[in-house]
């Protein structure tokens, strides 16, 4: 079993920036890739950044350029920087990990979320 917890969420001006982190406990194998989401009011939750164990990373479209994801693998935490933020970043941004477990199976695992907000 996996527990994500994510922190660094708040409000913001547009332009302005903001650094969240997730970080994951319990016991496991591995955590592989870990990514985050976002999703806005009426709107389906969206990929925004994702990483890997290795470090090879995937961002969505709209964030390219100004967000980066990082990860901290002694410490099991990845972060998602993000800058020049918009008022269109604004929703709740939840934490994915898969992990693989002590028998060697891989589970998906999500944080609680944590809400980002853009003032325009």
């Known amino acids: 079993q996996v527990q994500l917890v994510e922190s660094g969420g708040g409000l913001v001006q547009a332009g302005g920036s903001l650094r969240l982190s997730c970080a994951a406990s319990?016991?496991?194998?591995?955590?592989?890739?870990m990514s985050w989401w976002r999703q806005a009011p009426g709107k389906q939750r969206e990929l925004v950044a994702e990483?890997?164990?290795?470090?090879?990373?995937n961002y969505a479209d709209s964030v390219k350029g100004r967000f980066t994801i990082s990860r901290d693998n002694a410490k099991n935490t990845v972060f998602l920087q993000m800058n020049s933020l918009k008022p269109e970043d604004t929703a709740v941004y939840y934490c994915?990990?898969?992990?693989?477990?002590?028998?060697?199976?891989?589970?998906?695992?999500w944080g609680q979320g944590t809400q980002v907000t853009v003032s325009s």
């Open positions: 319990g016991i496991f194998f591995s955590i592989n890739k």
């Open positions: 990483i890997t164990s290795g470090r090879s990373t």
């Open positions: 994915n990990a898969l992990a693989t477990g002590v028998t060697l199976r891989t589970y998906e695992y």
